[in-house]
């Protein structure tokens, strides 16, 4: 069984940063991609960034040039650095990891949320 953890997330001040991570264990033979997603209350869940295998990345337009997905994928972690924050990134976060077992079965596997509150 494959589960995701992730940390970092909490409150903070307008123009502030913050770094989450997510750590997969179980038995991962390969990762495609992983990602970072948000849902903001009363609002649906939005890609953020995403990188994959081979190291591109894309973001969300109201994230480039402030936050920065990278990955270790022998590690089987992700991370998202969040520089200059804004009261509309409050949202808890989600990572994704699409990705193949050990056994061969091709899986996405979501973390359980860490939640993120910038306030003005």
């Known amino acids: 069984q494959v589960k995701l953890v992730e940390s970092g997330g909490g409150l903070v001040q307008s123009g502030d940063s913050l770094r989450l991570s997510c750590a997969a264990s179980?038995?991962?033979?390969?990762?495609?991609?992983m990602g970072w997603y948000r849902q903001a209350p009363g609002k649906e869940r939005e890609l953020v960034a995403v990188?994959?295998?081979?190291?591109?990345?894309n973001y969300a337009d109201s994230v480039k040039g402030r936050f920065t997905i990278s990955g270790d994928n022998a590690r089987k972690t992700v991370f998202l650095e969040m520089n200059t924050l804004k009261p509309e990134d409050t949202a808890v976060y989600y990572c994704?990891?699409?990705?193949?077992?050990?056994?061969?079965?091709?899986?996405?596997?979501w973390g359980q949320g860490t939640l993120v509150t910038v306030s003005s």
């Open positions: 994704k990891f699409a990705a193949v077992t050990d056994a061969g079965r091709y899986l996405e596997v």
């Open positions: 179980g038995s991962i033979f390969s990762i495609n991609s």
């Open positions: 990188i994959r295998r081979g190291g591109s990345t």
